[in-house]
């Protein structure tokens, strides 16, 4: 999956790619030995050919979890995840971009783990200055426990709304965390499907991390001004509305339910 951030939108993008493990030889830019530490779990983070593959597990005692030593802002972040397989119900894979403190921004890829058999739901979320509540769910189009795959098709935009009052996720800059962890209180099914121990450990596969440009400091204006006037193209905006169409189960902008007083004022916006 990826995460593109730019002044015009921001785009969240899910990949997968066919290939397995063992075939790995190249190292394409980011190195889980160099880039990234341990934020949990101790030796349940582990590494694998110099750093180019990293699983993350869970058991009944912890979870585990990994961030960025880096913080980064405008660019894009590929990096390909492998979810737990088989009977994954209330394990919850994260991944997310956030930034520190109060007002901080964050945008969130969560995975929450079903039965076999059942589709995962992927649950997003965008923080601008500490102010979140805009979720979206989908199921995906594959199974995202047999494939690092994809396509590049972006499943959420964040348009820049700034000029009419609503923050924009541009100038703090954000550390890439991932964590595989319990929830079965509420993760799957609404809570009614509990985790199997007898299945644990679960893990969760990471590998071909790539991010550019490498470095929020890194950023120019003239990358900056390039990310600012990138829009999506016309076969990312089919796909875009193909995944609302089809595999969207919630959505933030529609809940009237939870916003009688009206929807927040950015999904009336185009
Ligand atoms: C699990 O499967 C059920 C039934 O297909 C589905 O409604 C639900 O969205 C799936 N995901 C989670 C996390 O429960």
Redesign the pocket.
Known sequence: MGVSSNNGVLVMILMVVTLALSTITSVNGGNFNQDFEVTFGDNRVKKFYRGQVLTLSLDKVSGSGFKSKRAYLFGRIDMQVKLVAGNS?GTVTAYYLSSEGQTHDEIDFEF????TG????LHTNVFTKGKGGREQ?F?LWFDPTLKFLVDNTPIRVFKNHEAKGVPFPKSQPMKIYSSLWNADQW????GR?KTDWNKAPFTAYYRNFNVNPNHAAAVSAYTESKWQNQQLNAWSRRRLRWVQKYFM?YNYCTDVQRFPRGVPSECKMI
Do not use: D, E, K, S
């Not at 929450?112 to 039965?115: E, I, M």
């Not at 993760?187 to 609404?190: D, I």
């Open positions: 119900a929450l783990g079903n039965v059942q589709p995962y739901t769910q199921h993760a799957t099914q609404g499907v189960i």
